[in-house]
Nanobody
């Protein structure tokens, strides 16, 4: 599966953005999907993940209650609704797909085999 993320931009603290990731290929439904982010000078970190059917979701503590991940298997897409944004949310955001892993939730980057190009999110104070 190939992934293309979009929806990033510049927003003031407290604002919202909705990131979208569209997949091409035939087996999107066989991938658990996740979002990761990487700020300058920092390692890539897990943000959120959603299971194959969309019924299970898991979030990093830093975004819990503010971000919502969802997927539409018919549209082959996964979204990340980001509310109450903070300057520390500034990063390059990546969507990724994992066919399988040792245990759910999939929070480590090395479980994910498909990656899209990042979309930049900048939150000003």
């Amino acid at each position: 599966v190939q992934l293309q993320a979009s929806g990033g931009g510049l927003v003031q603290a407290g604002g919202s953005l909705n990131l979208s990731c569209v997949a091409s290929g035939r087996d999107f439904v066989n991938y658990a999907m996740g979002w990761f982010r990487q700020a300058p000078g920092k390692e890539r970190e897990f943000v959120a993940t959603v299971s194959w059917g969309g019924n299970r979701k898991y979030y990093a503590d830093s975004v819990k209650g503010r971000f919502t991940i969802s997927r539409d298997n018919g549209a082959m897409s996964v979204n990340l609704q980001m509310n109450s944004l903070k300057p520390e949310d500034t990063a390059l955001y990546y969507c990724a797909g994992a066919r399988s892993g040792s245990s759910w939730p999939f929070t480590t980057a090395n479980v994910y085999s498909a990656w899209g190009r990042g979309t930049q999110v900048t939150v000003s104070s």
